[in-house]
């Protein structure tokens, strides 16, 4: 069963802060892109004031993104009592780790969760689980 | 390298757990002040005697409160400490510094009837939302990843995949901690031992965890009193002393979810902890006759025994297997009390089964058990600390 929610519950908005916030602003515009050292041409997840290889603050810069990666690791959440009571289980979440080395978290909306396994190549989406919030999500993605 | 500055300085002499339980009944500060007299009182010291008090940062019972619960009117070092027990090297270095004499460590948690991040996902946000969770998980929560099971089935995920290790038999470090926590009147959660069929057949949680991958919350204090090595040979009972002690922190490091580092199938807080430990201890690992890790998550135990060195990369599921290196007759007796799969999972519980290791009191006991190894934080910052007999 692809991802679903349960109708009446809040999904958990993410915590926006100025750190952050560009990333969030690009999912918002269906964009998606990627926090970057200028200096030390490294990218950086989760997004953060300072680079930890140049402690500059100043070097840091978004860059767009293709959205490619590949699954690194994922669970499947199979128990109520420890699951998101706003998704219906199973649901899956993937790490995945993207072309450009960082790795980030979300569901994949597309594939059960028994097709899901280390290596799968996936590419970013977007969903709207409810009014006002769009978040990043992957799908699968030939190879 | 810096000296040995607290090789042998500090002993624990004193232990005390109160009633643990599922469903305690009791308000976490009742369980602190139980835990804290019972404790000095274990010592054969009086509360006068105390004048440090050390805790961890997650415990929510500030000194303050203690120490006028207890009458402890003279404090002079109180301190919140990193996670897990590193609290214990805080008070270490206090009494070595010749800051204070005697500290107490308490721990005091309603984990399996309260309010706990660990074991419900609206509890985690609604802590989160209340300030009190300091845990950033802005790249989690929308996607539904939020609780420490789910956290933690990541990292195992990987761990599997990446040593082509056959899940089930993760099995035998819950099958072995359950045969302990059988033993140990104070372990809640195993009244008889389980077979690797029970486990095979255990729920997936979070996939790849099951139910009995995971160690349970408890209602329960616990306090322990540490003060200087050569003060401990007068007292009551028989010291435990701190030979090694030492504290872990390493790259792109959070509690559970290190996703950023380049190899997230792996402990590296433990092994650099396990490394300046066994150098501070100045012993080998073939030294320790007992062993306490943390077995929050029953997968943690093997990437434990990798990071410390007792085997290879990738082998610490096959060290179990069976479970005849880690029962009381093996070569290394591993959480000889049930552990958190048996005991619940509250830090300091693993330090009390260190101690009763050194003192010979032990539901399992370790037959001249003289070095005893205790690791806490195993996914997050961790320490650790190498108890002897005096």
Avoid at chain 1, 72 to 90: C, H, L, N, T, W
Avoid at chain 2, 58 to 74: E, R
Avoid at chain 2, 146 to 159: E, F, I, N, S, W
Avoid at chain 2, 231 to 240: D, G, P, T, V
Wanted: charged share 25%.
């Amino acid at each position: 069963m692809p991802l679903e929610y349960v109708p009446g519950i809040p999904i958990l908005r993410p915590y926006v802060d100025p750190d952050n916030k560009p990333f969030w602003d690009a999912v918002d515009r269906h964009e998606f892109v990627l926090q970057r050292c200028s200096n030390c041409d490294v990218f950086l997840q989760p997004p953060r004031p300072m680079c930890p290889h140049c402690l500059s603050m100043d070097s840091l810069e978004w860059v767009p993104s293709a959205g490619r990666g590949e699954v690194y690791s994922f669970v499947v959440f199979e128990a109520d009592r420890m699951a998101y009571p706003g998704m219906k289980i199973p649901y899956v979440v993937v790490l995945v780790e993207m072309e450009e080395g960082v790795r980030l978290t979300a569901n994949i909306i597309d594939s059960e969760p028994d097709e899901v396994y280390i290596g799968m190549p996936v590419e970013v989406t977007y969903n709207s689980p409810m009014e006002g919030l769009t978040l990043y999500q992957f799908k699968k993605r030939a190879s | 390298m810096t000296e040995r500055t607290l090789k042998d300085k500090t002993a624990i002499v004193g232990i005390a757990t109160t009633d643990l339980a599922r469903d305690g009944g009791r308000t976490e500060y009742s369980l602190a002040c139980e835990a804290v007299t019972r404790a000095v009182e274990d010592a054969g010291l009086e509360m006068a005697d105390i004048d440090g008090i050390v805790k961890d940062i997650s415990d929510g019972i500030d000194p303050m409160y203690l120490q006028k619960a207890v009458g402890i009117d003279n404090a002079q070092y109180c301190s919140d400490s990193h996670w897990g027990t590193s609290a214990l090297m805080t008070g270490a270095t206090a009494i070595a510094a010749g800051i204070c004499n005697a500290v107490v460590y308490y721990r005091c948690l309603n984990g399996g009837s309260g309010r706990r991040a660990g074991n419900d996902f609206r509890a985690a946000r609604e802590m989160q939302d209340e300030g009190l969770d300091l845990l950033r998980y802005d790249f989690y929560s929308p996607f539904g990843l939020l609780t420490p099971d789910g956290l933690a089935a990541m990292t195992a995920r990987r761990y599997l995949h990446v040593h082509g290790i056959d899940a089930d038999q993760v099995g035998w470090i819950p099958v072995v901690a359950s045969e302990y926590a059988a033993k140990n009147p104070d372990a809640v959660f195993f009244d008889e031992a389980i077979g690797l069929d029970d486990y095979t057949r255990s729920a997936l949680r979070v996939d790849p965890l099951r139910d009995l991958d995971c160690a349970p919350g408890v209602d329960g204090g616990l306090a322990i009193v540490l003060t200087r090595a050569d003060r401990a040979k007068s007292l009551r009972q028989k010291a435990a002393v701190v030979m090694g002690v030492a504290q872990g922190t390493s790259t792109e490091g959070e509690l559970l979810s290190n996703y950023s580092r380049p190899d997230i199938a792996a402990l590296p807080e433990v092994r650099l902890m396990g490394e300046e430990l066994f150098r501070v201890a100045g012993i080998d690992r073939g030294d320790i006759n007992v062993a306490q890790l943390d077995d929050r998550y029953a997968p943690y135990v093997a990437m434990q025994l990798e990071e410390l060195g007792f085997c290879e990369r990738g082998s610490g599921v096959a060290f179990c297997e069976k479970g005849e290196r880690i029962r009381v007759d093996g070569d290394l007796p591993l959480n000889t009390g049930g552990g958190f799969l048996g005991g619940g999972f509250t830090y300091g519980l693993n330090v009390i089964e260190a101690v009763r290791q050194i003192r010979g009191t032990s539901s399992s006991q370790v037959e001249d058990a003289e070095i005893s190894l205790v690791v806490s934080g195993a996914g997050g910052p961790a320490d650790g600390l190498i108890l002897r007999r005096d």
